[in-house]
């Protein structure tokens, strides 16, 4: 056995000092950290942005960061905005710098979008989103990419048909009533009109209703608040953080060591998230036990035939249905993260969407759209009507359709490229290099941005009114005829996304709006404060208000005076 050449030289002295060993292997240890750490560097900054078949592309040079590149104005700038003044610089079509300069394709052309979003499992979300998206939702439908993704949608599909919503009616009717008399109440002690923050009472209000259409489970924070304890682990995983925090989460996602940096949002994601896993798999347990009690073998029923008093319900008996393989079946991780999922998706969209339609009909200019809304609504029929009766309002469906279009809860989505492709425009642009281009090449592990907010107010596409709320481009389909290009699974807006991931709970978030918009108009009106609040809008997960309060901090919420009208009064 040969020795070292330090063990020789220390052999006359008879002791060798082993710490050298640790010094070695500590200098190992350093260098090949910053080994790769330079690889990644040079990799990100020099090798990638210049080879990357986007480097072509025109788009801004002005950097705002050398590590966020231009992110920092898409985030602090109104939603849409950015995106809609390079489009007028550079066409629909163009490239902005990521993190660490990376090139990020831009479009909101409608034929490359749709084939990003017709190819949707060759477009994945980005790994370091799935992450995050992870840590907090679990393993439900809306993180699940690929196989996985099919897997989950196929057994999700019979949870959103028409006959599953119109059998959920009651418990929308019973929870917007309730909401109703809630308000007049406020109302009535205060002479007639109050100052409410809407925004409060109808997250309040679709939180209960998912708990009991989605798992039969009773929040009661029309009454109690957010007292309950799966409440508050919700309300604080889906509060809004600032953007140090998105800026630190997605730094993390990036390099993991720098989890270890202290971070108070992660940890009460973490203990939010606890107690979700823990009250979802005793909601999945218990759900399995009384199905089996009321109807035997579930494992006996076929997919096709699956129905429930709640969404849990079905999706239990669909993924135990003696047509579905053991293989193809949900485990319990991800029955619980479709719970979270649809805690998120049915609670804060459907809340935020009817809060910015009640704003835009408390506008001074708007007057006329909510007189005209409400004296439909009055003249139609009594309470508590069927699917079908809410869907034969021409003008409800327009000004929902409307201000779907124009204040999208989402403001845009991320994809990353899973290979090498060419994306067809219908557009043309023309190049850094002054060359006319009918296509894009794209490279695998390069970033896309879609801005839904960007597309629903293109003017190429809706008119040069597009930046407006008017409910009657509804009625005039030859204003806005390249709509019919646009991949949005509703009315040709994106709101909803399209393509094989579009939002599988669309048909009951529209059904859930006309239930709370037919019945806060009937017996209310709404108008602004005076002076009337700035509003403005922070795109995060969800496009949320902020308000300026008294002590010049901002505050997410929404003042509207709200007055007792008809039968209300």
């Known amino acids: 056995m040969s020795s070292s050449p330090l063990m020789v030289l220390f052999s006359d002295i008879g002791a060798f000092p082993f710490w050298l060993y640790d010094v070695s292997y500590t200098t190992l240890g350093i260098a090949s950290v910053l080994a790769y750490l ?29 590590v966020f590149g231009h992110l920092p104005r898409i985030f602090k700038s109104s939603p849409g905005v950015p995106h809609e003044e390079c489009a007028a610089l550079y066409g629909p079509t163009f490239q902005y710098r990521g993190i660490g300069l990376s090139r990020m394709l831009f479009t909101m052309d409608p034929r490359a979008v749709a084939h990003i979003m017709n190819h949707s499992y060759d477009y994945p979300k980005p790994l370091l989103m799935r992450e995050n998206l992870t840590h907090v939702l679990g393993e439900g439908v809306l993180v699940a990419e690929g196989d996985a993704h099919r897997r989950q949608r196929r057994i999700m599909n019979p949870c959103f048909g028409v006959a599953q919503i119109r059998d959920l009616m009651p418990i ?10 809630i308000w007049l109440n406020v109302i009535s002690e205060s002479s007639g009109e109050a100052e409410i923050d809407v925004l409060r009472g109808l997250s309040r209000m679709t939180l209960d209703v998912i708990g009991l259409a989605g798992f039969n489970y009773n929040f009661n924070s029309l009454v109690d608040g957010e007292t309950n304890e799966l409440a508050k682990a919700f309300h604080n995983l889906s509060a809004p953080t600032s953007g140090l925090v998105q800026a630190l989460k997605t730094l993390q996602a990036r390099v993991p060591p720098l989890k270890l940096i202290p971070n108070s949002r992660r940890s009460t994601e973490n203990r939010s998230r606890e107690v979700m896993d823990r009250i979802g798999l005793q909601l999945v347990e218990e759900k399995k036990v009384a199905l089996s009690q009321e109807n035997g073998d579930v494992r006996e029923l076929k997919s096709k035939n699956v129905e429930g008093r709640d969404l849990l319900s079905v999706l239990i008996k669909a993924n135990m249905a003696s047509d579905v393989k053991e293989s193809a079946r949900m485990t319990d991780h991800e029955m619980i993260g479709q719970i979270t999922t649809m805690l998120l998706a049915g609670q804060d969209t459907t809340s935020t969407s009817v809060m910015w339609l009640l704003y835009e009909l408390a506008k001074p200019n708007r007057k006329h759209i909510q007189e005209r809304l409400r004296a439909e609504i009055v003249s139609s029929f009594l309470e508590e009507s ?54 894009v090449r794209i490279g695998a592990g390069n970033s896309i941005l879609l801005s839904i907010h960007a597309m629903n107010r293109d003017k190429t596409i809706w008119g040069e009114d597009a930046h407006e709320f008017n409910p009657e481009r509804w009625f005039n389909p030859d204003s806005h005829p390249r709509s019919n290009e646009v ?83």
């Open 38 to 66: 330079s690889y990644k560097a040079c990799d990100m900054l020099v090798v990638r942005p210049y080879f990357s078949p986007l480097r072509s592309l025109r788009g801004p040079d002005k950097l705002d960061s050398y």
């Open 172 to 181: 929308f009717w019973a929870k917007s009533f309730e909401l109703r008399d």
């Open 386 to 439: 069927s699917m079908e009766e809410l869907n034969a309002l021409p003008y409800l469906d327009a000004v929902i359709r409307e201000n779907l279009r124009i204040n999208p809860v989402v403001e845009s989505i991320t994809r990353d490229a899973a290979r090498d492709d060419i994306i067809s425009l219908s557009t043309p642009i023309v190049d850094r290099n002054g060359v006319e281009r009918r296509e």
């Open 487 to 569: 991949p949005g699974v509703h009315s040709g807006i994106m709101t909803f996304i399209g393509g094989p991931r579009h939002c599988i709970g669309y048909r009951f978030a529209l059904m859930e709006m006309k239930v709370l918009v037919f019945t806060l108009l009937r017996n209310m009106s709404y108008s602004l404060p005076t002076p009337a609040p700035e509003v403005k809008k922070r795109a995060g997960f969800i496009t949320r208000p902020m308000v300026t309060v008294p002590d010049g901090t901002l505050k997410s919420y929404m003042p509207l005076i709200v007055k007792a009208v008809g039968e209300g009064q």
